[in-house]
Every structure is written in C-alpha cells, then in structure tokens.
C-alpha cells in the first residue's frame, strides 16, 4: 500500500480524542510530501539538524515535533519553530530550553518523559521525580508542559507493555489530581498504538506502518 493508503487506514480507525505524529525520520522530503498532501500536518523528527532542515524545505503550517532524546547544545537550532518537545527527560532539557524559547519570544510546548519500561536503555524522570517537578514547572515561563510521554519496552509481551502504558496513566491521573492543566499522554508507537489508545492514550507516534520500514 501506499504511504497515502497507509495514513488513511490509520486516521479511520483512530478516536477523535487521539491525534496522530508521523513518525518522517530518516524519509526523504517526497515521501513527507505525499503524506501532506494525504492531509497529515503532524511530523515527528530525531534529530535536530534533520528536522530543521525539512522545516526549512516544507510548508509553513506543518507542526514539528521533536521525539529523540535532546542534545542540550543543540536546542537552539529548533527553538524557532518546533511544536512540541517529547522528550524532556532532564531539568538540564527543561532550563535550556526555556532559556532559548525566550530568545525567540516563544513559548514551547512539551512532555516530560516518564520511564515506564524495564529496559534501562530508555531515558526519563522516574514517578517520584515526576510529582516533584510539578509544582516548580510554573517557574519555566517559556515552557509549556502539556503532559506526559513514554515508551513501553520493545518486547512480544503484551501484558508488559499493557501494565507500563496503565502505570503511566495512574502517574497522568495523579498529576491532573495535583491540578497541572495536562491534557496530553503520548504513549504508543507502530506496534502498541492500538492497545496505548485503549490504556488511554491521546497521542501516538508512528513511523513504519506509514512509511514503511525504516531506512
């Protein structure tokens, strides 16, 4: 099927609560294109340096939104554009980023990852950490934090995944008892998007069941 086939099939069978990131990394522009024309407005890049210049190349009402793990030094290059920051896994992200948003008169959008796998290759604030940080978010004037963001481990277990996406919800839940204002929780990826939705999950990020495998 075609990457405009493969969009459609996705966005017919998502809830009208759940919006959709396609995942470009690594694509070349023809193929964000074709996806664009299909309607998508939603792309998410890896790294900084790649999304910058598919910004520069691709129309002006695409929100960019930056889901790899965030090089401090490199923040700049996206703070004039980028939509939303997925992975904020460290104050040292949030402070930069901050810094260089109001640089730009902006204010940014993003999530603070959680880590919710049991894989220690993945990055984030743990649950402690998370409610800790709440209530000092309203001092990062030029950050706005949506939500929250995780991955589940990359495993065939379905029960994992399914008790890592529900205790990323619990810690959801608990942060909006605090009276945060979050109305994101990205969770879910090509292959656990549908049951991410089911855990309660309001963005997902998908890549190869649009474009195809990853080049």
Not at 102 to 113: C, F, S, T, Y
Request: with cysteine; aromatic share 8%.
């Amino acid at each position: 099927m075609s990457i405009s086939e493969n969009l459609k099939q996705i966005i017919q069978e998502l809830p009208s609560h759940v919006s959709l990131v396609a995942v470009s990394k690594t694509k070349p522009l023809a193929d964000l294109k074709m996806a664009y024309q299909t309607g998508q407005r939603i792309f998410g890049e890896n790294k900084i340096q790649e999304m910058t210049q598919k910004w520069e190349a691709l129309p002006k009402d695409i929100s960019w939104h930056m889901i790899g793990n965030v090089q401090t030094n490199k923040i700049k290059y996206m703070a004039p554009y980028v939509s939303l920051v997925h992975g904020i896994d460290r104050i040292k992200v949030l402070q930069e980023l901050n810094k260089e948003a109001a640089k730009n008169n902006r204010v940014i959008e993003g999530l603070l990852q959680v880590h919710i796998a049991e894989e220690e290759t993945k990055f984030g604030f743990s649950s402690d950490e998370i409610l800790a940080l709440i209530d000092q978010l309203k001092t990062f004037k030029n950050v706005h934090i949506k939500g929250l963001m995780g991955m589940a481990s990359f495993t065939e277990n379905k029960e994992q995944v399914q008790s890592e996406f529900k205790s990323l919800k619990k810690l959801y839940n608990q942060c909006i008892f605090k009276g945060c204002g979050f109305n994101t929780l990205s969770m879910g990826m090509s292959g656990d998007y549908k049951l991410a939705i089911k855990e309660g999950s309001t963005l997902i990020r998908v890549g190869s069941k649009i474009f195809g495998e990853r080049n």
